[in-house]
């Protein structure tokens, strides 16, 4: 169980972070239009990721132990580096988020998360790098990519039907300052622990 809790918790974290896919699938969202299919499309994506991750990289650092190591460093550097670019946005402030009148076709819909989610060299390094190199840590690499999975499906239908909820309050610039200002906490603080 602590193995799929931690996958949970550091799945959960860095699906958080707002990108390009996260404002899409809000804009979706808040325009209530393929709100299913994006988010299924999303965390399905997700999930193969994680799945590759955990299953290669596991195997991948078991021949080279080095890797591990490298890989932590590594990840605790792309945490550091996205938790101070979301606090600098956050400091910076910028445009709020509107929903607007029309709404592309299903087609394109799906083509744009497929491409914000597949040619975004970030979710690379999250899911099949940084998630697959922690998930060997565990006695339970599958519970913790497990947790990571589930954390993603829960994330990606939150934020696609929540959305409706926080229209107000993301139509205001204010409250995206104060989420990147959350986010950039979270992301230092999981690369702090990464290094302790």
């Not at 958080?16 to 808040?30: E, K, P, S, W, Y």
């Not at 132990?65 to 945490?79: D, K």
């Not at 947790?147 to 696609?160: D, E, H, I, K, N």
């Amino acid at each position: 169980m602590q193995a799929y809790l931690a996958g949970f918790g550091l799945g959960f974290s860095l699906i958080l972070a707002i990108g390009a896919q996260n404002a899409f699938v809000l804009r979706q969202g808040l325009m209530r239009q393929h709100v299913l299919p994006v988010v299924l499309t999303c965390a399905i994506s997700d999930a193969l990721l994680v799945s590759l991750g955990v299953a290669g990289f596991g195997a991948l650092t078991a021949r080279l132990p080095w890797l591990e190591t490298v890989m932590r460093w590594g990840g605790a550097a792309f945490l550091t580096w996205y938790g101070l670019r979301a606090l600098r946005s956050a400091v910076a402030g910028g445009a709020a988020l509107e929903a607007g009148a029309s709404a592309p076709s299903l087609k394109a819909s799906l083509l744009t998360c497929l491409a914000l989610t597949w040619l975004n060299p970030h979710v690379y390094l999250d899911t099949v790098v940084l998630l697959g190199a922690l998930s060997a840590q565990y006695g339970a690499p599958v519970l913790f990519g497990a947790g990571a999975v589930t954390a993603s499906f829960a994330f990606f239908f939150a934020l696609g039907y929540g959305a409706r909820a926080l229209a107000p309050i993301f139509a205001r610039p204010r409250a995206w300052r104060v989420l990147d200002a959350l986010v950039g906490c979270t992301m230092l603080a999981i690369a702090a622990s990464l290094l302790l």
